[in-house]
């Protein structure tokens, strides 16, 4: 057989799409199997959203469109961004992708020569550190530690910055462990990064699920530093709509070009009934996504009761997205370990904290994107395990 590209090597993958196969195979050996694993709103798309694709497709809203995406939508996503983050935002610099993701391999492509140096948070996202090997770029991990509410200090970040460093990844609330940002952190981060000629990748795909009277802030907003910003959003998140593949980003004027190139060298561009969906996502009624916000945030103080009533388990409040990011050191078992046999022996699938990166070893990544019932039985199933373990 022929061998393939040795560059997959530096190419990886998330973990929740493996656990959530292997999570498949026991439901079908008749096992009942709770699903805390794979990040995703488990409500519906909002009808009106669903509405609005389907009267596209009838409409005939179903050939090539421009690269970059329809007016339409980049006029509402820089309205969106403009009255959410504070920040001036036109439609020119809106571009529009199948989903956030291909931000994170252009974004880094566009600007990252081999040897250039990309600092991006540990644990985070695990797409970050592959799209920065695939591109052949140095990953340099900046820690996010329980002792600072998994953030990190501005000191964190500018001991790690040198004449290599090419961009800085951010992310906030963040991915996998639902900490976040504040507006002074922000301050103090944009303060090292003005010393610095990098470019910057905000990735604030869960800028509008924030618990507890936590408030959004982005680092574009500070120091002019949204000139050399690349500010993502999409709807996977907020709107429920995982499946539609539709995200977007404010590029700063020099990288609009390139990645417009990059998106017609690779997909053309984003299916436009899918972007009047979004349309009518950013510009319509509210109801159903408060609703499923309220809902999350019930959950949220649901899971952090149950974890840290569990032996060898203690578990910080998340202030954002709909991840808890539980410490548990305490069972003398491997996170990996634990995580094999809350699925094999309890039926409950979770993520080992490894699987976003060194720095999560000792940590459990728990979607609670699933129903109050479902999330109580998790909880009442890892408790007879790890009172078993802890024995």
């Given at each position: ?39 995703e709103p488990d409500f519906d798309t909002a009808p009106h959203i669903v ?112 004449s290599k460093t090419k961009m800085v990844i951010l992310n906030s609330p ?54 050399r910003t690349i500010l993502l959003d999409g709807f996977s998140k907020t ?153």
């Open positions: 057989m022929p061998k393939l590209a040795t560059a997959l090597e530096r190419l990886g993958t998330e973990t929740a799409f493996e656990v959530l196969a292997r999570a498949k195979a026991l439901e079908a050996t008749g096992k009942r199997v709770i699903h805390l694993e794979i990040g509405e609005a694709a389907a009267k596209a497709l009838r409409d005939g809203q179903t050939h090539y469109c421009p690269a970059p995406g329809i007016p339409a939508l980049r006029e509402a996503a820089a309205n969106h961004l403009t009255a959410h983050r504070g920040i001036d935002v036109h439609p020119d610099s809106i571009v529009v992708t199948p989903g956030a993701k291909p931000f994170l391999f252009f974004g880094i492509l566009a600007t990252c020569n081999p040897g250039d140096e990309v600092i991006y948070p540990n644990p985070g996202f695990p797409i970050y550190e592959s799209a920065i090997k695939w591109a052949g770029a140095t990953p340099v991990p900046l820690p996010l530690t329980e002792e600072t509410d998994f953030a990190f200090t501005a000191e964190d970040l500018k001991s790690r910055m040198s963040a991915n996998p462990t639902g900490g976040y940002i504040s507006k002074q952190l922000n301050a103090e981060v944009a303060a090292v990064l003005a010393d610095h000629d990098c470019w910057i990748l905000s990735d604030e795909v869960y800028s509008e699920m924030l618990w507890g009277g936590a408030e959004h802030d982005t680092i574009a907003g500070h120091q002019g530093l949204q000139d709107f429920a709509m995982t499946g539609w593949r539709l995200g977007y980003a404010s590029l700063p004027e020099p990288l609009r070009e390139p990645i417009t190139r990059l998106i017609i060298n690779s997909v053309s561009c984003t299916a436009p009934a899918t972007q009047l969906a979004g349309v009518a996502a950013l510009a319509g009624p509210r109801t159903e996504i408060d609703a499923m916000m309220a809902e999350f945030d019930r959950r949220r103080v649901a899971v952090v009761e149950g974890l840290n009533s569990l032996p060898g388990v203690t578990c910080r409040d998340p202030k954002g997205a709909f991840y808890a990011f539980p410490n548990v050191k305490g069972t003398g078992q491997d996170s990996r370990v634990v995580a094999d046999r809350l699925l094999q022996e309890a039926g409950v699938a979770v993520l080992s904290g490894t699987a976003f990166g060194d720095y999560g070893d000792g940590y459990l990544r728990l979607s609670y994107a699933n129903s109050m019932e479902n999330i109580q039985e998790a909880i009442e199933a890892m408790r007879g395990l790890l009172e078993a373990m802890t024995a």
